[in-house]
């Protein structure tokens, strides 16, 4: 019974792993929202990990996630030096963790919609001021192996941000936090949720009879 468990979890996260992946590597299915912005992009990669996390739990989700990783750490060693992985994994986690928790104990349509905007206000928090005060910074020291300090890092990735709004000052300008990324992660975030609740009950029905056959 054991055996059959396990099995079973790893049947599991490898049909959502690969179809994270599909949709990570489909062109088109990426795409920036701010000119002069390429890196803020929405992805629907996280769907698959969100929709599994709901059905099966939270460590499933984990699990997808590092999978999903350590694809993605492939392509991403030689753009970014694995930051947008760590950047991936922490805001998945941040998402998924708290949604798949509450859930898991209360599985009723009511608490479904609790879990995943309970996790999306997470997510938020999260990505925004871990984004602004941390994976940008550590972009800037990537990008600008000269820069000596946390200043000089995020002067680099300020460049950037003054290209997308030429009124910008400083880093510390409240319009690339309310501007940028808390409306970038709240729309990625909404167009995750969105999806998940469309699709959730079909496809776990689905599922069920499948796995139940």
Partial sequence: MKLKKTLLII???????????????????????????????????EIPVLFASLAYGPFTGTLIIILKGLFKLIQDVGETGGIGVLADVIYGLSFILPAAFIYKYHKNFKMGLVAIF???????????????????PLYG????????????????????????DSSI??????????????????????????????????????????ENK
Wanted: without cysteine.
């Fill in 11 to 45: 049947a599991r996260v490898a049909i959502f792993g690969a179809l994270a992946i599909i949709l990570y590597m489909i062109p088109g299915l990426q795409f920036p929202i701010f000119p002069g912005l390429p890196f803020l992009k929405i992805h629907f990669d």
């Fill in 169 to 210: 000052s400083s880093w510390y300008d409240p319009k690339i936090f309310f501007e940028f990324l808390l409306p970038f992660n709240l729309i990625k975030d909404a167009v995750i949720v969105v999806v998940t609740i469309l699709v959730y009950k079909p496809l776990s029905l689905l599922i069920k009879r499948s």
């Fill in 141 to 164: 020291f990537y990008f600008n192996p000269n820069a000596k300090s946390y200043v000089e890092a995020m002067e680099t990735v300020l460049s950037l941000f003054v290209a997308a």
């Fill in 118 to 136: 309970s996790g999306m206000a997470v997510n938020l928090f999260v990505s925004s001021f871990l984004g602004y005060f941390i994976i940008y």
